[in-house]
Nanobody, 123 residues
Framework: QVQVVESGGGLVQPGGSLRLSCAAS????????MGWYRQAPGKQRELVAT?????STNYADSVKGRFTISRDWNKVYLQMNSLKPEDTSVYYC???????????????????WGQGTLVTVSS
């Protein structure tokens, strides 16, 4: 079963830094895109940053210049600098690509989400 697991969340003061990590595991033929989304209470889940296998990156306007996404083949990282209280959210990792369908020997383009890791920016 393909899974993605995030780590690195925690409590940090405003202006501080945190590095999130995510790894996709399982039977995967390719991963086109890995990325990070976040969701704060009462808010819709929003894009933070994505990175394709070709090296293209995309950032939400709110994090440009502060966050940096990077990738290995099946891993993605989010370096978060100059953190603000409004960055407080559960951060979710996602991987999209050709993945083995559970219980079959067939691959399908799937998007798999991690369980989330909580980032709290507060004094």
């Amino acid at each position: 079963q393909v899974q993605v697991v995030e780590s690195g969340g925690g409590l940090v003061q405003p202006g501080g830094s945190l590095r999130l990590s995510c790894a996709a595991s399982g039977t995967i033929s390719n991963i086109n895109t890995m990325g990070w989304y976040r969701q704060a209470p009462g808010k819709q889940r929003e894009l933070v940053a994505t990175a394709t296998s070709g090296g293209s990156t995309n950032y939400a306007d709110s994090v440009k210049g502060r966050f940096t996404i990077s990738r290995d083949w099946n891993k993605v990282y989010l370096q978060m600098n100059s953190l603000k209280p409004e960055d407080t959210s559960v951060y979710y990792c996602t991987a999209r690509g050709g993945m083995l369908v559970t219980g079959t020997d067939r691959y399908k383009y799937l998007e798999v989400w991690g369980q989330g890791t909580l980032v709290t920016v507060s004094s």
